[in-house]
């Protein structure tokens, strides 16, 4: 097992005694005010558009990411409109996927129409049910088409809001048309998913947050629910094997050891799933959530899988802090814009120093991460940067605009969508659509 070093301790152990030092002051005299907060720079990221930022960028971007999704399509074209319904219908019957998780959207004359079943009506509202990322969708999408801010041409989507670990994508069905997702797994079995990924709207970085680094805490920080993938079962011989609950088991270990120097990892439920070939043998506290600023109050920050992507890499990216990523299958629409000790450092899935699979490798990265802050406090400092710039591409303007550009490349595989639309729509209205 790895564990850090003196010199890490000892940096720690400085701040943890000026804690201490504090609380005894603050108990000596209890009209104290609480410790100063943090002096904190937020640089607003949320009215960044194509126009703000280089154009090679954001040509790059979409050539990393929207245009490898749709290389095996274009390998493929024509695509017949007509597959979209069946496609849907498939996913709805055979998938099991309810129409408030995956359904039909059409963009018409700048509306955008939610469908439910090809063979029913068309609606500017939100169906009644509806999962929180349509929702989100509706309210920053439909904004802007309402507005006439955004153009969007005429077209016709599955939009696929289930996390996706059915992977709906799997090169192993017979899919005639790529479905929208806001996730899917690259590297599996079968090969990589084909679904065409979009973001998720509801986790968006707003700002850049900046703190002063050598105020900041020397932990890997992470607050999250806990939640599961299973797939290292196999990999780790064990029982669930889930980073968030080891992780956090990890932090509580050392901190009943009195020696809680590395990870800060807390889970915002109570989990009672114990065992000792689980993933934490004993039940583990409960922690209050952490709003994404406070965040930035760490020096590395864990992004850990939750059922698959947790949607807040983007998020984390967003600060100045550096991005322990744990090494998965599963990425969101821009994770191909990232690459290890350029953008984040990756740990997990590593092998420990028998040859056995290792879950705790985590310490040895960290150690790693705070001698390279020792000796070349620059590279620290590019990788952040790094990090934050891709972060630029992810706010609200930027994430329309990846929507609009994956519409326009998408409808292009589909000679046939505009005649295609003309009698779809003549259908809707028949069947009674305000459209
Ligand atoms: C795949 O789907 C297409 C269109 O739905 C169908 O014509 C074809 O027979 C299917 N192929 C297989 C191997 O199931
Ligand atoms: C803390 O102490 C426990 C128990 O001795 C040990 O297993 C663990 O590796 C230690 N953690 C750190 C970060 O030193
Ligand atoms: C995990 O490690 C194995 C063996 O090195 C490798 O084949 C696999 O791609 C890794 N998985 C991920 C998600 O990194």
């Known amino acids: 097992m790895a564990l850090p070093r003196e010199l890490p301790v000892v940096v720690v152990c400085v701040s943890l005694l000026l804690d201490s030092l504090a609380s005894a002051v603050a108990s000596a005299n209890e009209q104290t005010l609480p410790p100063p907060a943090l002096p904190h720079v937020a640089a607003p990221l949320n009215s960044i558009s194509p126009w703000n930022i280089h154009t ?6 979409l050539r990393d990411n929207l245009e490898a999704d749709l290389k095996p399509w274009r390998a493929r074209v024509p695509l017949t409109s007509s597959e979209i319904p069946k496609l849907l219908l498939y996913y709805h019957n055979e998938v099991k996927l309810a129409p408030h998780i995956l359904v039909l959207l059409l963009v018409y004359n700048n509306r955008l129409y939610w469908i439910t079943h090809p063979d029913g009506r068309a609606q500017l509202e939100l169906p009644e049910r509806a999962s929180q990322y349509m929702h ?20 016709l989507f599955i939009y696929n809001t289930d996390d996706n670990a059915l992977r709906i994508g799997n090169p192993n069905r017979n899919i005639t048309v790529p479905p929208f997702s806001l996730c899917k797994s690259q590297g599996f079995f079968h090969g990589d998913d084909l679904d065409i990924l979009v973001p998720q709207m509801i986790a968006i970085p707003d700002a850049l947050h900046i703190v002063p680094w050598h105020l900041k805490k020397d932990l890997a920080f992470f607050r999250g629910v806990p939640s599961c993938s299973r797939m290292w079962e196999h990999t780790y011989k064990r029982e669930e094997a889930c980073s968030r609950m080891h992780l956090a088991y990890l932090s509580e270990r050392d ?24 993933s934490t043998p004993y039940e583990l506290p409960k922690y209050d959530r952490v709003p994404l600023e406070t965040h930035a109050h760490y020096k590395w920050l864990l992004n850990l899988e939750g059922m698959v992507a947790a949607y807040r890499m983007g998020q ?7 991005v322990l990523h744990q090494r998965s299958i ?20 590593a092998t420990g120093p028998g040859g056995e699979p290792a879950m705790d490798d985590v310490y040895g990265v960290l150690e790693d991460v705070r001698r390279l802050d020792r000796e070349q406090p620059v590279r620290v400092q590019q990788i952040i940067a790094n990090g934050q710039a891709v972060a630029k591409l992810l706010g609200l303007q930027m994430r329309l605009e990846y929507y609009r ?9 589909f000679p046939d969508m505009d005649q295609y639309l003309d009698s779809y729509v003549q259908e809707l209205r028949k069947r009674g659509s305000d459209i």
């Open 56 to 61: 090679e960028d954001w040509e790059q971007f």
């Open 136 to 155: 989100q969708l509706d309210r920053h999408l439909g904004k802007v088409l309402r507005a006439g801010r955004l153009q969007l041409p005429n077209v």
């Open 330 to 349: 599963y990425i969101e629409y821009f994770y191909r814009s990232l690459r290890p000790w350029v953008h984040y450092v990756p740990f997990w899935n």
């Open 316 to 322: 984390l990216l967003a600060t100045n802090s550096l």
């Open 405 to 413: 550009v994956a519409l326009e490349r998408y409808k292009s595989l």
């Open 255 to 278: 901190r009943r050891a009195g020696n809680a120097t590395a990870l800060d990892v807390g889970l915002a439920d109570e989990y009672k799933v114990v065992g000792e070939k689980k």
